[in-house]
């Protein structure tokens, strides 16, 4: 981790209460079919895999059976590229949860976007980074894409009252750029809801040979097997880093550690508040914790996406500052010019997402409270490793290279 510095302390923050049983998101796949080939992504694309209704209901079943769920992620694949998407979103609805449709947007339109909103769509998250050789935006870097994340923000913006999240892959390259997007976040802050970003991995066979059972598995045809000499080892707290460099007083709230790594950040959340010019401060983590307390006390779930027009309450927010010192803090740099108190304060979310780490002895490292976790033949599984589960049944196992020549060795002695 060459330039790397600092590493945060997990215990200064708050550990998110989501779990196997009670979270705040799952995970739908409708299709595995798609119309980009991102080079991030962890699913085949599939032509002719759109699930039935029936099979996507079977689903839906499975993972309201095993989990609380407050929004359930439409995801795949591209799932705009199923013809029944409305009856979809409809369904996922009536099931009492949050439709979030997770597209890279090309095949969205004005009047899609209308029907899917009297389907009772909650929110979007477009996934947009140039590593995805869209049409059009070949050669575009992660800057001049804003131009066309602003074009999906006005859309939803104009339809209203539906939350506006975009996810980014980053890459080695792309790592830098990360603070001109969240400049660009805040310059539309007011229908901009959430900005995640997902550090890239694959599968890393420098370290670790992958077994089924006894059978040493060749990844080289595996879709997330590493074949660019991009790093796979970007930590949450080295974007931290980076982004401090422009926001100096860039500060999360809350996290979910990794499952074999107590104070690695897989999740790490940030709530940030702000006008359309700047940012006075962020949330801090008895705020958080008070948050999705609340939410679930009053709901019997935590909170996952707000309504829009919630995140342009940020002067109630402030309320929270009572018990919060970084929101009285933010409070009162907010009020310092008292003629700012005629500017909408708004709050928007920050998430980095550290994906599986493999450890040098062969551990791996999931987010301890998977919210993006899938089903699969009726059962929960992760859904960053599927392709496992369709090709072996299972997900493999890592070993340190070699490990049979260590073994061979330990026979000898
Ligand atoms: S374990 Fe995989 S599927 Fe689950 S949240 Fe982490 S990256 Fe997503």
Redesign the pocket.
Known sequence: MEGFMNRLNHLEYYRLPWNLADNIIS?LEPTAKCNLSCLGCYRKNEVNSHKTLHEIKEELNVLMHYRKTDSVSIAGGEPLLHPQITEIVKMVADFGCKPIVNTNGIALTKELLHDLKKAGVFGFTFHIDSKQNRPGWKDADEVELNELRYKFARMLADEGGISCSFNATIYEDTLKDVPDLLKWANKHIDIVNVMVFILYRAVNNDIVDYYLGPKKIDMSTLVYNEDVPDRTDIIADELVEVIRKTYPDFNPCAYLNGSEQADSF??LLTGRVGTKDRIFGYMGSKAMEIVQGAHHLYTGKYLSYTRPKMNGKGRSMMLLGLIDKKLRRTFFRYIKNPFRIFKKLYLQTVMI?Q??DTLEDGRQS??DG?????VWNGKLV????MEEQLRYGHNLKTYPKDIAKQLELLEDK
């Open positions: 995970w897989k999740w997402i994906p599986v999931m987010c998977c919210p993006d976790i899938t992760y859904s960053c490793r």
